[in-house]
Every structure is written in C-alpha cells, then in structure tokens.
C-alpha cells in the first residue's frame, strides 16, 4: 500500500542521504568510514 511505498522511499532517503554524507567524509579524511560498508 502507500504506506510502505513511503516507508520503501524514507528508507531510500536515508540510505542515499548517508552515501552523500559518506562521500564527503571520504574526501574530506581520505579513507573509508564505517557507514559505507553498512550501505554497499
């Protein structure tokens, strides 16, 4: 239903917001942070 369509596209969100954050953490301290492994 539309409920788990929001869910499916929060869950999205967070996961592409914590791939962004994830990049600039690499760029910024040159190495891979944690959260990355958890969103590969």
Known sequence: ???WFRVQHGE???I???KLVSN???NKFK???WISNIYK
């Open 12 to 14: 999205y969100k967070m």
């Open 24 to 26: 600039k953490i690499k």
């Open 1 to 3: 239903g539309k409920t």
């Open 31 to 33: 190495f891979d942070p």
């Open 16 to 18: 592409a917001e914590a």
